[in-house]
């Protein structure tokens, strides 16, 4: 039977993710300050949208200042696309209309199937004997290490699904991580960092496998990043591989990786601060107040409205979150 074509053909848009388990609760639903973050995380890496933010960078009003275009970019690209959208602009498209008009739901779950590598939250995995919640995101010449705190799924308008890994990343400086005379990198588990830029696309990230350092003990953790084609390694172990029905053999959970108590309280104490992973700010600063010029089309561009702000396109109770 002949297959149909992908509906969304948006680089964010992957086939390859499949969300699993009851949706979590209301505990762990996005606020209103994190779906703005997540949905700034979607535009700023979508390949699609490079043009308009090199646009907005190149504006005198901008001109080049990454803090004002973080703050403003979101605004100025949903404006943008119902501006041009019958302007028949090659860079424009009704994927990119429906990208620009913020997420109408915020789905969490606790597992999720990327390239058939299975993915669980870390309270879930807590409770567990095998171990699925590690990752790693390759950033601008530094990798990130982390564990997965849910699955989130952001929905747009005609059901246009993006799905964010949520994570809780581990302190990447020098203190934090240590490489071996064997080329393995241990981690300081009770450490964290970039507490305002936890999201990461789910088709980007390394799944992980934390085993016990032995030799520094404690909070620290050796590495093992999995790759696709080792994920049934029980063959060499001398462990009979499993059969079409049984699941995919997976590492032992390692032991004592901090809670997030634990590792706010050691953040403190060892004086850290919050940073911001990789070039840009995930900071979101709008004032839903503040009004704009309706005569000017130049002013419109840069006095945006508030992407949380509700509109006669998208207004919906549908727009709240779905425990």
């Not at 390859?16 to 996005?30: K, T």
């Not at 209103?32 to 949208?49: G, K, M, Q, R, Y």
């Not at 080049?64 to 696309?81: I, K, P, Q, S, V």
């Not at 530094?142 to 302190?171: I, N, P, T």
């Amino acid at each position: 039977m002949e297959e149909h074509a992908p509906r969304f053909n948006l680089s964010i848009v992957s086939s390859d993710v499949e969300v699993g388990g009851a949706r979590l609760s209301a505990e762990y639903a996005l606020s209103d300050e994190e779906i703005a973050i997540a949905h700034w995380w979607v535009l700023i890496n979508c390949e699609e949208v490079k043009y308009w933010k090199e646009l907005h960078l190149s504006f005198p009003e901008v001109d080049g200042d990454l803090e004002y275009h973080n703050m403003t970019f979101a605004n100025y690209f949903r404006t943008w696309m119902d501006m041009i959208k019958s302007d028949y602009n090659p860079n424009w498209s009704d994927e990119l209309l429906l990208l620009a008009m913020q997420p109408q739901r915020a789905r969490v779950y606790p597992t999720c199937t990327v390239n058939d590598v299975k993915f669980v939250s870390e309270e879930r995995d807590n409770r567990r004997i095998t171990q699925n919640s590690g990752v790693m995101a390759k950033g601008h010449g530094l990798d990130y290490y982390g564990v997965l705190h849910s699955v989130v799924e952001l929905v747009y308008a005609e059901g246009m699904k993006v799905h964010l890994f949520k994570c809780r990343w581990f302190d990447t400086g020098a203190q934090s991580m240590k490489m071996d005379q064997y080329d393995n990198l241990s981690v300081n588990t009770a450490t964290s960092a970039y507490e305002d830029d936890p999201f990461v696309f789910a088709t980007s990230v390394k799944q992980v496998f934390y085993l016990d350092d032995l030799a520094r003990g404690d909070a620290w953790k050796i590495a093992n990043i999995v790759h696709p084609r080792n994920i049934y390694r029980a063959a060499t172990l001398g462990v009979t591989i499993p059969g079409p029905e049984a699941d995919a053999y997976q590492e032992p959970n390692a032991v004592g990786i901090h809670d997030v108590a634990t590792v706010r309280e050691n953040n403190v104490k060892h004086g850290r601060v919050l940073r911001i992973r990789d070039e840009y700010s995930t900071f979101i600063d709008v004032d839903p107040n503040e009004e704009t010029d309706d005569d000017s089309d130049d002013e419109l561009r840069h006095r945006l409205p508030d992407i949380n702000s509700d509109t006669e396109e998208d207004s919906s109770d549908d727009s709240d979150y779905e425990p």
